[in-house]
T-cell receptor, first 115, second 114 residues
Framework: DVKVTQSSRYLVKRTGEKVFLECVQDMDHENMFWYRQDPGLGLRLIYFSYDVKMKEKGDIPEGYSVSREKKERFSLILESASTNQTSMYLC??????????????FGPGTRLTVL | AQSVTQLDSHVSVSEGTPVLLRCNYSSSYSPSLFWYVQHPNKGLQLLLKYTSAATLVKGINGFEAEFKKSETSFHLTKPSAHMSDAAEYFCVVSDEWGFQKLVFGTGTRLLVSP
């Protein structure tokens, strides 16, 4: 069964702290994604990666960075956490297919609160 | 750029009555379209997908959606709601082919009353 895991379900941090969110997938997928989910806004793409050590900015990359040193692991980094980064963070992965079928598999999410 | 509009932020139905969640899309090419569901405190799960095969797509748990190009719509339906259907539903369109990006709607919360 496909599986995407995230290191924490709930996280509380203080303003200015450096925060690491970890995501691991066991499906050998090429593509990995980080989203944030806020009420009324749906999911917004922060960063994605289509290969090891490759990364691309999504729609809202400001204040975030990412790291992908191994194929199965994709980390989201908040260099200096701020209260407006309080949100639910979702990680996803997908395979690179030759057709237009782009199903993504999601982790359970990390609810981050920045005080 | 591709986009989706979910026309209702909340939909309330009674158990046993039909469900209709509305979605309109905008795409400059032939898109892939998806519906995902998110139950409370759970990750997103794929309900169904359209990938230019049959226009009527059947998904899990009795849901289905019909792709209507002339109306740029991809509405989600179910003949009879169950209490366990209460969740948030997201209509999604594929963005750039190749990098597998998806564009999400803002979500519709389905409430099911006994």
């Amino acid at each position: 069964d496909v599986k995407v895991t995230q290191s924490s379900r709930y996280l509380v941090k203080r303003t200015g702290e450096k925060v690491f969110l970890e995501c691991v997938q066991d499906m050998d997928h090429e593509n990995m994604f980080w989203y944030r989910q806020d009420p009324g806004l749906g999911l917004r793409l922060i960063y994605f990666s289509y290969d090891v050590k490759m990364k691309e900015k999504g729609d809202i990359p400001e204040g975030y960075s990412v790291s992908r040193e191994k194929k199965e692991r994709f980390s989201l980094i908040l260099e200096s956490a701020s209260t407006n980064q309080t949100s639910m963070y979702l990680c996803a992965s997908s395979i690179t297919g030759t057709g237009s079928y782009n199903e993504q598999f999601f982790g359970p999410g990390t609810r981050l609160t920045v005080l | 750029a591709q986009s989706v509009t979910q026309l209702d932020s909340h939909v309330s139905v009674s158990e046993g009555t039909p469900v209709l969640l509305r979605c309109n899309y905008s795409s400059s090419y032939s898109p892939s379209l998806f519906w995902y569901v998110q139950h409370p405190n759970k990750g997103l799960q794929l309900l169904l997908k359209y990938t230019s095969a049959a226009t009527l797509v059947k998904g899990i748990n009795g849901f289905e959606a019909e792709f209507k190009k002339s109306e740029t719509s991809f509405h989600l339906t179910k003949p009879s709601a169950h209490m366990s259907d209460a969740a948030e539903y997201f209509c999604v369109v594929s963005d750039e082919w190749g990098f597998q990006k998806l564009v999400f709607g803002t979500g519709t919360r389905l409430l099911v009353s006994p």
